[in-house]
């Protein structure tokens, strides 16, 4: 089997893992919509919204690619993605780095970098594997694309979880006033002090 009937087979995969990361990058940007402002002020928050919208559309573009009819070798698609994972490296490097350095976290840094560790993997495999089709290996790099698309996508997902519970939970944090000292003191103490002398 050729290289274009080969990917033909893999269309209706693509067209939905495409579509699945097009309507997950609109559901983020409404979400974090709603809190933009920690988003803003928590450089770790901000990193982890800038890495999973480059995974989302990692997927979204490699799903393009590979929807897009074909030329009669797999080295030009492979060029094409690889292109894109570089590209997508460059996006996340610097929110990399600033997540990681902040002081002011939403987010504990081993979560941090459990999240940011498991983006940068799945973006060397995106290259890893397209280099495969480069070389002209198209069988072994369509069936391992497919594996590390999967992977792409669903990494997406939890990252999106995370990022929005750590949203709602910083405002949450944020919205609650200080207590004084009259709230946080035992009620014998409380009561005593607010007796004149």
Not at 40 to 65: E, Q
Not at 69 to 79: I, K, M
Not at 92 to 118: E, K, M, Q, Y
Not at 163 to 183: I, N
Request: glycine content about 10%; aromatic content about 8%.
């Amino acid at each position: 089997m050729n290289y274009p009937t080969t990917l033909q087979g893999w269309h209706d995969f693509y067209m939905i893992t495409g579509t699945a990361a097009a309507s997950l990058v609109g559901l983020l940007f409404v979400g974090l919509s709603l809190h933009l402002r920690v988003v803003v002020t928590h450089a770790d928050v901000k990193a982890l919204a800038r890495i999973t919208l480059a995974s989302l559309g990692l997927t979204l573009v490699l799903a393009l690619f590979m929807v897009i009819p074909p030329s009669d070798t797999p080295s030009s698609t492979g060029w094409n993605i690889v292109g894109a994972g570089i590209f997508g490296f460059v996006l996340i490097a610097g929110p990399l780095v600033a997540g990681i350095r902040s002081s002011h976290r939403a987010l504990s840094a081993p979560h941090l970098i459990l999240r940011f560790g498991l983006t940068t993997a799945t973006f060397a495999g995106v290259i890893t594997v397209d280099s495969i089709l480069v070389a002209g290996d198209y069988h072994t790099g369509l069936t391992w694309l497919v594996g590390v698309s999967i992977v792409l996508l669903v990494g997406a997902l939890r990252n999106s979880w995370d990022l929005l519970v750590s949203v709602g939970a910083a405002t949450m944090h944020e919205a609650d006033p200080p207590k004084t000292t009259a709230e946080t003191a035992p009620k014998g103490e409380a009561s005593s002090r607010s007796r004149p002398s």
